[in-house]
């Protein structure tokens, strides 16, 4: 059997898991077989597949679809950045979350979201788009996932620079493995990228 957590250093997912009666196994083991990386260990009567993903579309769409297969499956673990767990809840979300980043054409425009900053209080809610407000008095999240968890973790008093503030979201609700999510990202708008574009005036309805 590879060494799961050293493997997945150099992918972006490991699935390890094994034979059993479970009606989309046969499935999932032919989508495994056709990872970046699969290897099968046999031992005794059981067989175990081991697949690793690489960061591109077609590998994260197999591993979603085995994932959903096989995630509550005994037998079944997942490694990623060197830790080695059972799937949490969070591995599917965020899973999920990476294959639709892939079906857009700027995967900032699934991944980022737009906060208005009212420091030093915090964050206080998601807003995609506040037509009214400037761009310096808002923020980029750089990723959509751990943006919903943010709330008022992200404050100017905290001794911690805002990055490794939204740094230590990201690790603490599984997220940071994600190859999309960069905290460093983490900037006004005007300073992430592209030149001042004015916002649309809010319309009402």
């Not at 960069?182 to 319309?203: F, M, Y």
Request: aromatic fraction near 10%; charged fraction near 20%; proline fraction near 8%.
């Amino acid at each position: 059997m590879p060494d799961l957590p050293d493997l997945s250093q150099r992918y972006a997912l490991v699935i390890a898991f094994q034979s059993s009666r479970a009606a989309d196994y046969p499935i999932a083991l032919s989508l495994a077989r056709r990872a970046s990386y699969f290897v099968e260990v046999t031992k005794g009567n059981v067989d175990y597949h081991v697949a690793a993903f690489e960061a591109t579309a077609p590998d994260i769409a197999r591993a979603v679809s085995i994932a959903d297969m096989l995630a509550r499956v005994k037998g079944t673990f997942f490694s990623v950045r060197g830790r080695l767990f059972k799937d949490d809840g969070n591995v599917l979300q965020v899973l999920h979350c990476l294959n639709e980043s892939f079906r857009v054409k700027d995967y900032r425009s699934h991944c980022h979201v737009v906060f208005p900053t009212q420091f030093p209080l915090g964050i206080p809610q998601v807003h995609v788009k506040i037509p009214h407000l400037g761009k310096k008095d808002m923020l980029i999240i750089p990723c959509a996932f751990a943006a919903k968890y943010t709330g008022w973790a992200l404050t100017r008093e905290h001794p911690g620079a805002l990055q490794d503030q939204f740094r230590d979201v990201c690790v603490t609700h599984g997220c940071d493995w994600c190859p999309r999510c960069n905290p460093d990202d983490l900037r006004s708008p005007q300073v992430l990228g592209g030149p001042e574009v004015s916002l649309p005036l809010a319309t009402p309805e």
